[in-house]
Structures are given as C-alpha cells and as structure tokens.
C-alpha cells in the first residue's frame, strides 16, 4: 500500500510540474497573461489569432487596391490634361500653318499663339479676324476654348448648369449642346441642370432640386452662354440669387455671353453688387469685344475673359441634306426683331432664285419632341436646326446662331442685326475674314450680297 502511494503521489507532483512548465512556455510566448488559465482556455485562442491575421491580411489587400485604384486615376488625369495640351499645341500649330500659307508670320502671331489668354484675355480676338477660311475660325475657337476652360473648370469633378435656356430658338439648345460636349472632353460630370425662369413657382421648384446636390469645392458653377445680360435685369438677379445662396463655397462661372439691353443699361448694374458680394472670385466670359469692354469698366470686382461663342465647341458639322432652295432667310419674329418699318420690306429676287422666309422658332418643333428630360429634347432640336439650315445653299439671318451654325456647316451666309447688335458686335470680332460670310446693313445688301454667295457657290459645284 505504502509503495502504491508513494508512486500515486509522485505521478501526481510528476503532473503538476509539467503543467507548470507548459504554463510558463505559454507566458514567454505572450499568449496567456493569465496565470489561472487552463490548457484548454489558451487553445481557444489559436482560432480567434488566425481570424485575427486574416482580417489584417484583408485589410492590407483592401488598402493596396484603394492604393492602386488611386494611382490609376491619378494618371488618367494626367494623361487626359497631356492629351488636352497636345491637342492645344497641335491647334496653334495649324493656325500657325494656316496663316504662314497666305501671309507673312510675324512675330506678333506667335507670341498670341504662346499667350495664356486667361491672364491676356484682350489678345484673344487677335488671329480670328485674319483667318478666311470657316474650318480655321473654328480650330480657333476650339484652341481658345481649351485653353481657357481647361484653366478654369478642368480643376473640378462635378459642374451645375444653370440659368439654361429652354426654348424653341435653336440656338440656344445648340449652346446647351456645346457646353455638355466640353465639359465631357474636360472630365467633369453635370450633376444638375436648371432652366433660366420667369415665375416664383418655378423658382421655388427649382430650391427643392437643390437639395439632391451635394455642396462641395469640388463642384463648380456654370452659368448658361447666351445673350441675355442686361435683357432682363430683374429675373436674371432672381436666378443667380437662388444658385448663389446655396452653393456659396462653389466658383461662379459664366459660359460666353453678350450684353443686350431692353431698358436704360444701368439696368444690368444691379446685379454687379450681387456678384461682387459673391464669397470667391466670379469669372464672366463675353463673345463679342463691345461686351468685354463694357463689361471691363463695369464690373471690376470680377475677372472678364473674351472667349468665342461656345457653339464652337460643336466643331464641323458635315450635313448631308440636298438643298431644296437657293436661299433661306432666318428671319426673327421676336423681342429682338428691329423695329424700324425698312427691315419689314423684302426686296425682289430673281424669278429663276428660289426662296423662303421664316423663322427657326417654331412652336410644333417646342411643343412635339422626344426624350423624357428637357435636356434631351434640347439636344434633338438644336440638330432640327441644323436640318433646317441645310435647305438651302446660302442662308441670310439676324440671329447670331444662324451664322454661328452655318460657319460651323460650311454654309455661305450673310449676317444682319438684330435689335441688340449682336450679330455685327460678334462678327467684327470673330468671323470678318471668312471669304464665304458677309455682313449686311440692310436687306437690300443682304439680298444683294446673298445673290453674289450663291453664284459663287453654284460654280464651285458646277466644277465639281
């Protein structure tokens, strides 16, 4: 019995020192900080440390895609702002070529064609004027563009547009056109789009769209080109005043506009204190030099820029529509129309010239569309407009757009005036030296000057 116990007892102290040792292996391992803890207890934790790697490791791998996916759009943006200044570069080299083919090149036109025009915006209208044919007015204008828009809104991700407007008038749907075409070569999304307004109703609409737009630096401002400034003073404050009290940390940037008054041009300069309160700088591009002027001495607060009308954005639109009339005269029926009697009277045309007059606003084109957003149907009608300037083989107009737009189809044109000057202001500063456009006081010159167009171009078809 004696033996018997003796072995038991020492079986058990045989046991307890090696539990001892195991339990003091386990502290120096750092895996058991609690001296009363069981073998079991500490080999329930071998499943909770291998979650715990493999979370770690998940977390690692997470972080290096992130890492990655940050990279890769980082050179995106790099390579799409090399390919935009390739694409300047490759634009002043063919106006350079454009000009070195009919005249001596000075120095003067390659240091405008070097010149940052956001900072020199008054050389901007130097090399336009000079060039003859439509395709190098447009790789102009689109140079100037790029250049200027890519300085101002390729900083930013997101853009609102405002103060759009939504009208039968082609024009203003082919700016809308433009505007969405450069902002998706920039590399900005339109987050939201709203219509210039006439009513309270309509304004407080538009405060509810509002809210579904986050605020932040990252999104820019983009005001709606057109020739509205100073035509209605009022409503246009009332617009602004909406976008400007919401996105009060958001840049303020005008798409090109021209100056029109209806009333006393003290009228527009109400709206100067409000875009001089305006917390950052507002930039206000102008499409003609008249309104860059006038905008320069008015509005020192605010940085002007002279840049072309923003439908050049479009570039050339190769139509393949048969002409069905010699001549198509756009003729305005609106609050722009002039006034006097003497723009009422149409001179005779030739018997053998086939002719007619109307105007591009028309109300079964506003009232009929496809597309479930305003937006669409802004787009399809401005290429309706385009339809239209394809019946005839020269075309004779008072809005600006006409002319715009057929430079932009290759169309021989003539431009008149309208009640607010536009026409000529525009003109004389961009399209003067096309050899297939002209400028007419009055509709005697026009028709006149449209018969020359035609004959002109009916040789060059009867060549081909």
């Known amino acids: 019995m004696d033996m018997q116990y003796g072995t038991s007892k020492q079986h058990e102290v045989r046991q307890a020192q090696l539990q001892l040792q195991r339990l003091r292996r386990l502290e120096v391992r750092g895996t058991n900080k609690n001296p009363n803890c069981s073998i079991e207890t500490t080999s329930r934790r071998k499943p909770a440390r291998r979650l715990r790697r493999r979370i770690g490791l998940l977390i690692l791998l997470f972080g290096t895609t992130v890492l990655y996916f940050a990279y890769f759009q980082a050179y995106k943006t790099v390579q799409s702002t090399i390919q935009r200044q390739h694409k300047i570069a490759n634009l002043a080299r063919t106006q350079m070529r454009a000009v070195t083919d009919t005249r001596n090149t000075d120095q003067e036109i390659r240091t405008f064609l070097q010149a940052d025009l956001v900072e020199h915006p008054n050389m901007a209208d130097f090399l336009s004027p000079k060039l003859t044919s439509a395709e190098e007015v447009i790789n102009e204008a ?3 563009h790029s250049m200027v828009f890519q300085n101002l809104i390729g900083k930013y991700k997101r853009a609102v547009i405002i103060c759009i407007f939504n009208a039968p008038n082609k024009g203003d749907n082919a700016i809308l056109v433009a505007e969405l075409a450069l902002l998706q070569q920039l590399g900005v999304t339109v987050v939201g789009t709203f219509e210039y307004t006439f009513s309270k109703n309509a304004n407080a609409k538009q405060r509810m769209n509002l809210l579904s737009i986050p605020r932040g630096r990252d999104l820019v401002v983009l005001v709606g080109g057109g020739g509205y400034l100073g035509a209605f003073p009022k409503i246009c404050r009332n617009n602004l005043k909406i976008f400007i009290n919401y996105f009060q ?23 100067s204190a409000l875009l ?7 930039t206000i591009t102008l499409r003609d030099r008249w309104s860059y002027k006038w905008f320069v001495k008015h509005f020192p607060a605010n940085r002007i820029l002279l840049v072309p009308d923003i439908a050049f954005a479009i570039g050339s639109v190769k139509t393949i529509q048969v002409p069905t009339y010699d001549i198509l005269w756009v003729k305005r029926n609106d609050w722009e129309a002039q006034k006097d009697k003497k723009y009422k009277c149409i001179p005779p045309f030739p018997p053998n010239v086939t002719y007619i007059i109307e105007d591009w606003d028309n109300d079964w ?19 309706v407009g385009f339809g239209i300037l394809g019946k005839a083989r020269v075309i004779i107009s008072d809005r600006l757009h006409a002319h715009i737009m057929s430079v932009l189809a290759g169309k021989p044109n003539v431009v008149m005036n309208s009640s607010t000057r536009k026409g000529e202001h525009y003109y004389n500063t961009w399209t003067a030296g096309i050899t297939n456009t002209r400028f007419a006081e009055t509709n005697e010159q026009a028709v006149e000057q449209a018969l020359q167009l035609l004959e002109t171009n009916l040789q060059k078809s009867n060549n081909y």
């Open 276 to 282: 001089a309160r305006y917390k950052r700088r507002c």
């Open 249 to 271: 940390e958001s840049e303020l940037i005008f798409f090109p506009n021209s100056v029109s008054f209806l009333g006393p041009p003290e009228a527009i300069l109400a709206s």
């Open 142 to 144: 689109q140079r100037i």
């Open 365 to 383: 084109i506003f009232r009929k569309l496809p597309g479930k957003s305003f937006v669409e149907q802004m787009q399809f009608r401005a290429w």
